[in-house]
């Protein structure tokens, strides 16, 4: 039997890694906005850079959620919620990087900010569902919700929606981290296809009362 727990452990490794891609992606777009100039050699450097980095993420938070959802028992809104997040983040950051080619996008929109805090934050909620009702993991989701809510501020003080990208970025990086801390000190466990042990736990746990 293949072991789901190195997977799972592998999945977390991506994800940590498509989020870190996320923050120099990022990164990129503020030197891009900062000098950009449609004639300027430099700036189409960074544009195909900041479309690899963006690229190379995406392919990591896929596999990611493939590997999360093949090994993780249950945890069905996290894994639709975490599948509907990477799409999302795709589309945003695909309008974003050609804001100035499309005339129905605004970067600017405090709306748009608002709505993309709140969904992630709810994403980042459902990740609770891997060992609920433990303190040091709700703490720091509790962390990172509040991280992603701040990112709609950043339009309040007139930053383009890429803040808000930014802080998600952030906030799953610490989380994705956590998460693999957490684990590896075994302060949370995450229950995976094959647990057999596990599985015979809870039902002999479960009819106690």
Known sequence: ????????????????????????????????????????????????????????????????????????????????????????????????????????YKPYSLLLAILHSIFSATVCFSFLTLDPDKKPFEVITIICIGIMLGGMMGNVIGIRIYFSILTNAISFTLLFASIKYMLKREIIEIDCYGDRARVAEYKSTFFEE
């Open 1 to 104: 039997m293949e072991d789901m727990h190195k997977k799972l452990n592998f999945g977390l490794n991506l994800g940590l890694a498509g989020n870190i891609m996320f923050i120099i992606f990022s990164a990129v777009c503020y030197f891009y906005y900062l000098i950009f100039n449609p004639e300027s050699s430099f700036v189409k450097f960074l544009e195909i850079t900041a479309y690899i980095i963006e690229f190379a993420g995406f392919a990591s938070l896929i596999l990611s959620d493939i590997l999360i959802s093949k090994t993780a028992r249950m945890r069905n809104w996290l894994k639709i919620g975490f599948s509907v997040y990477i799409v999302t983040e795709a589309i945003m950051m695909t309008l974003e990087l050609n804001s100035y080619r499309i005339d129905f």
